[in-house]
Structure formats: structure tokens, C-alpha cells
């Protein structure tokens, strides 16, 4: 879903810049105030292991493929969707100024739809389903619904560029990401934090410790 | 969470990335994207085609996951420099944003 320089015009681009620069800001006031010597090795093996899985496409039939974008996962595993915010933004810089994935012009859209629109309603989905669904299909269903909602956002924003027509692009873009966000979102979030609430409980429970939690965390980690 | 534990999950994380850095550019699928995908199937094909050819505003050193003249093991070269570079940026940024150590 990485959207080109050419696909948005200069003007609407810094707009979407201006939209997301507050949402980086907090996401270092939030890295300044959480991370800390044990919380940064386990950001940075995420952040790692989402640019890479970016690059393994899944085919989905219709001539088209997709692959994960992992601001929900983050979010999970950290409990803030800032986290998400963060590590997206550290990995579009990377693919946008090394590998010419996503324009820089847009990059501020790109760190808008993947960073912020699909961490904030995954995270907050998953928030909202795990106490009456369980962790692993709390995660799958934030993850899918993150993806297909910044997917219906990025049609949006094609639409209001003169790029797309706005039905026939919500409807493509809609068909697309509702597969991809199944199979290349839903399905390896889940996976991803069930193995970790297998291996390591202790980090998802921190994610949601208050005071109370904390002694017990500690015990068995 | 223990900090022994936690090195533990950033060496599992590295080799699991590198693993697919290795592996995607035999199993990715060439497809184009949900977006391209989506562009292709609305936009006009001359408009469409004015597009693609518009370069990017900043031109990048590997395009594409691939560096010049390398073929496959360029692909697995790129990728797998991307995921470290990523890995030294948030290890780096983490140590800038740790003060409270």
C-alpha cells in the first residue's frame, strides 16, 4: 500500500505530512517515556523482522499480492499504538530513501495509512474483543480490520488527489485488502502473538500490567 | 521481563528476519500490490501509463529490492541490508531515547 510521489499532488502530500508529523512527535515522546534498556532489544527485532516480512509478498489471486504491514502487532506486543506509529515510521524511512518503496513526498500519507490508521484501530480492535474472544483472535481480527480500514483510507485520499474514481477505487481497494488483510495481516499477527503469549507471557502481560500486576509478572518472568 | 530473555527474542527476531530476507525474493510473488493492483483496474491506461513512467521526487541507491547487475543474490543482499540497517536505526534510536537506564 506504499503510495508513490506521482499518485499524490505536492500540495495534498504536505498536508498528509502535517497530519502525521504530530502523530511521529508523540510517538518519540512515547519512546523518550517507555523504552528502556530491556524494551529496546525486543522494538528493535520487531522493527527488523517487519521490514522484512514487507517484502514477502502473498499472492491473492487476481493478478495481485499483498504483505503484512505490522503496525498492530507492535502495538500488541508493547501496548501503546504508538509503538506501531514508531517502528512503521523508522521502516518507511528506510524502504521510501533506500529502496524507493513509497515516494518521500508521501511518506507522510504512507506513515498516516500504515502507521497510525491501521495501529490505532488494531490496537484498540484487539483491545476491545480480547477479554470476550481470547488474545489470538482478538489480535487476528485488530490486525484484519487495521488493514482494511487504512486501505479504505488510502482510497480516500487517492480519490481527493484526482488519482482514483472514488467508488471503483474504494470497492478495488476494499476487495484487495479485505484478502490481504485475512491471510497477510490477520493470520501472521495471530500467529506472531500466540507464539509470544506462549513463550513469553510476560511481555503481552506487562503490555497490560497495572501496579497491582506488576509483582506477578516479575515473579515468573 | 528479564533483560536475558529479552536479548533472547532480538536474536530469535534477527535470524528470523534474515531468514526471510533470504528467502523472499524466490517466494514473493511479482504480482503488483493492492494498490498498483487497484490503479491498474481504475485508472485510464494512458493516464496510467503517464504515471508509471513519472520518476520518484528522490531517487533511492537499491530500487526495488535489487541492486544493479546482481539478479537474485542482489534481491537477498538488499533485503537482508535493509533488515539490519532497520535493526542498527532502532537499536541506535534506542539508545538516544534511553536515558533512563
Known sequence: ?221 | MSGKSNMKFLYAGIVIALLISALAPFLASPDPDGLESAAGGVIEESRMSELEEMEPVVGSPMPDYSIEGMGKSGEIAAIALGTLGVLAISLGFGKVFNKKA
Open chain 1, 1 to 221: 500500500m506504499h503510495i508513490p510521489d506521482s499518485f499524490i499532488p505536492l500540495t495534498q502530500a504536505i498536508v498528509y505530512w502535517v497530519i502525521a508529523l504530530p502523530f511521529i512527535f508523540m510517538s518519540m515522546k512515547w519512546a523518550k517515556n517507555e523504552l528502556d534498556e530491556m524494551k529496546v532489544p525486543v522494538l528493535a527485532a520487531l522493527a527488523a523482522g517487519i521490514f522484512a516480512i514487507q517484502a514477502m509478498n502473498i499472492p491473492i489471486g487476481m493478478g495481485t499480492s499483498g504483505h503484512m504491514v505490522g503496525a498492530t502487532l507492535v502495538a500488541i506486543v508493547f501496548g501503546s499504538p504508538w509503538a506501531g506509529v514508531l517502528v512503521l515510521t523508522l521502516v518507511l524511512l528506510v524502504q521510501g530513501f533506500a529502496f524507493g518503496d513509497g515516494g518521500i513526498t508521501t511518506l507522510g500519507a504512507n506513515i498516516l495509512n500504515m502507521g497510525v490508521i491501521s495501529g490505532f484501530v488494531g490496537y484498540y480492535t484487539y483491545a476491545a474483543l480480547r477479554k470476550s474472544v481470547g488474545t489470538s483472535i482478538a489480535a487476528f481480527g485488530g490486525a484484519w480490520l487495521g488493514l482494511f480500514i487504512s486501505a479504505m483510507a488510502c482510497a480516500v485520499q487517492m480519490w481527493v488527489a484526482g488519482t482514483f474514481p472514488l467508488v471503483p477505487g474504494l470497492m478495488a481497494m476494499g476487495t484487495f485488502h479485505l484478502i490481504i488483510g485475512f491471510i497477510g495481516e490477520g493470520l501472521i499477527t495471530a500467529v506472531a502473538v500466540t507464539a509470544i503469549a506462549k513463550s513469553r507471557p510476560d511481555l503481552l502481560e506487562d503490555s497490560f500490567a497495572a501496579g497491582s500486576d506488576k509483582y506477578n509478572t516479575e515473579v515468573h518472568a
